[in-house]
């Protein structure tokens, strides 16, 4: 895969990255139902293989399951991709999260990141989110500390509005924002990514396939059939009506623009996103082998002005 350059870092990354949430797995307040590690891993090296070379995580996905999985996945592979992560979010015996942005927390949050992801550097190390937003300054200028330290390369910001980012910017230089973005969700478009573009801020699409809708494998069926332990059943605005019918109704148009390109629709989805100029690139869950592997041709996929009209007519039907 051709590569891009990160915002104001030396990263160079593919238009795809491995997306780890999902493989945290479920019993937790924003899980996705029962995982298999040896899937998780074997999707990992899967990524790895087909030339991805970076891996976006968080300690909360899964409280700390998913950064332990990736070491043991990376245990177990010669490649060696660019490892980002998070902060801001931590837990309690009860499995409860809260929300800290004090500088002892984030610091204590990287050193137990870096302990389970089993580095001495984390590449990029992200505020997961602008909360408590008092405490926004001083948790960026303790991520502006650790990347003096050499404890992480980079530093960047996840969920923030361009108001959030121009604070952090006082303090430190923003490298990247990692924003939800897909077709089903573009409230990003007029205001932060424009910012972002301007500001030399890389951005990471994160849920650039509706969290799995849009990858053309959702019936109904199924839909009634998600375990409660997989968040998307109650908390995903997308997974409730009338949003779902009008995600199912975008997926089948999908599918047959996909049809032309010998792709599946979720290839057609991460094309778009793809092509906006201020996408840096996106992340690409997978849960088991096979998925990474159907997706990976969408970082080479453009879509002709005619798919780009019908898509945004199937898009202003819902």
């Known amino acids: 895969m051709q590569r891009r350059r990160l915002g104001n870092s030396d990263l160079d990354i593919t238009p795809l990255g491995f997306g ?14 029962e995982q298999d590690d040896a899937d998780s891993i074997a999707a990992i090296h899967e990524a790895l293989d087909v030339g991805v070379n970076w891996i976006d995580t968080a300690p909360v996905y899964g409280l700390g399951r998913s950064e332990e999985v990736i070491a043991r996945a990376l245990a177990t592979t010669s490649h060696r991709p660019l490892v980002f992560t998070k902060c801001g979010r931590v837990w309690d015996e009860h499995r409860e999260i809260g929300k800290r942005l004090t500088a002892a927390s984030i610091r204590a949050e990287c050193e137990a990141s870096l302990r389970r ?5 984390i590449d990029l190390y992200q505020v997961h989110w602008p909360e408590p937003d008092e405490d926004l300054e001083e948790g960026w200028a303790e991520c502006a500390r650790l990347k003096a330290e050499g404890k992480v390369r980079w530093i960047g910001v996840s969920n923030f509005s361009v108001s959030q980012m121009q604070r952090a910017q006082r303090i430190a230089p923003v490298t990247s924002l990692q924003p939800p ?12 990514l424009p910012f972002c573009r301007s500001h030399g801020i890389g951005v990471l699409a994160y849920s650039p396939m509706a969290s799995g809708l849009l990858t053309g494998a959702w019936t109904r069926q199924r839909h009634a059939a998600l375990p409660d332990d ?21 997926a089948e148009t999908l599918r047959e623009i996909a049809s032309g390109h010998g792709e599946p629709p979720g290839a057609v989805a991460l094309a778009w996103v793809l092509s906006n100029p201020a996408i840096t690139g ?20 453009r879509l002709s002005e005619a798919e780009q009209r019908r898509i945004e007519a199937v898009l202003a039907g819902g």
């Open 20 to 33: 780890a949430w999902a493989i945290g797995g479920g019993n937790w307040a924003f899980g996705w139902g």
């Open 117 to 121: 992801l089993k580095v001495d550097c």
């Open 181 to 192: 973005y897909s077709m089903l969700r573009r409230d990003v478009e007029p205001e932060i």
């Open 230 to 250: 997989d968040w998307r059943k109650a908390k995903n605005p997308l997974f409730q009506e009338p949003r779902f019918s009008h995600g199912l109704a975008v």
């Open 282 to 301: 996106a992340i690409v869950g997978a849960r088991r082998p096979g998925q990474f592997r159907e997706l990976a041709p969408a970082a080479g996929l």
